[in-house]
């Protein structure tokens, strides 16, 4: 896996001066790839999977044929593409987070060239 990483790194301070002394900051910012990300997968699995798969369930449940569930596993399946394609042509297929650490703590944000 491939990461595109570019780090603005500003001076630190000396660890015996404390975190209360530290003025400066760090930031960078970072290329995740949605779709190769295996931790991201996995969040989308459960995030997507549980719901789909209790509807087919409730639905097989309720005496629906297995035949019957061609037509709600189509639909979905569509879903799923046009959702895919969308994020394939608008954000290239990556996530652009930026961070910055300084004596207001750590901070994770969405890149501004991707809000």
Not at 6 to 27: D, F, T, V
Not at 32 to 52: C, D, E, K
Not at 79 to 85: C, S
């Amino acid at each position: 896996m491939i990461l595109q990483v570019a780090i603005r790194l500003s001076a630190l301070p000396h660890p015996s001066q404390g975190r209360s002394n530290m003025s400066e900051r760090i930031e960078w910012s970072i290329k995740v790839p949605i779709f190769r990300n295996p931790i991201i997968l996995r969040q989308m699995g459960l995030a997507i999977g549980i719901p789909f798969g209790l509807i087919f369930v409730i639905m097989l449940l309720s005496g629906a044929k297995p035949a019957d569930l061609l037509y709600p596993a189509i639909l979905i399946g569509a879903l799923f593409f046009l959702t895919w394609l969308f994020i394939m042509i608008v954000w290239g297929g990556k996530y652009d987070a930026e961070f910055i650490v300084d004596n207001k703590g750590v901070r994770c944000r969405t890149a501004a060239r991707q809000a």
